[in-house]
């Protein structure tokens, strides 16, 4: 089993910054992917990076270049730093983990935590 805890979300005006957390815990081979969600209201759950065991990491075009996922494994931490804001980036952000990335384009993975808002206006 896999606990996840996000924290960090806020509000903050366009242009700013953010940096999200996700406090980790459970069988590392079920965390062997991780990985950053949202979903808007009225939208459906997107994924916004993903960083695998190596180090990889992916990004939805939205958000690259403006976003960078990075991890601790010493801290079993995951974050995602969040960069020059966009309103159209207001959502809740979900932190996720699988065995593998596979099913990060369908938000398809199997551990979810329980999300934290970020509001940008």
């Known amino acids: 089993h896999v606990q996840l805890v996000e924290s960090g979300g806020g509000s903050v005006q366009a242009g700013g910054s953010l940096r999200l957390s996700c406090a980790a815990s459970?069988?590392?081979?079920?965390?062997?992917?991780m990985a950053w969600f949202r979903q808007a209201p009225g939208k459906g759950r997107e994924g916004v990076a993903f960083?695998?065991?190596?180090?990889?990491?992916n990004y939805a075009w939205s958000v690259k270049d403006r976003f960078t996922i990075s991890k601790d494994n010493a801290n079993n931490a995951l974050y995602l730093q969040m960069n020059s804001l966009k309103p159209e980036d207001t959502a809740m952000y979900y932190c996720?983990?699988?065995?593998?990335?596979?099913?990060?384009?369908?938000?398809?993975?199997?551990?979810w935590g329980r999300g934290t808002q970020v509001t940008v206006s």
């Open positions: 996720a983990a699988d065995r593998t990335c596979a099913k990060w384009y369908s938000a398809g993975f199997v551990y």
């Open positions: 459970g069988y590392t081979y079920n965390r062997n992917c």
């Open positions: 960083i695998d065991r190596g180090g990889a990491t």
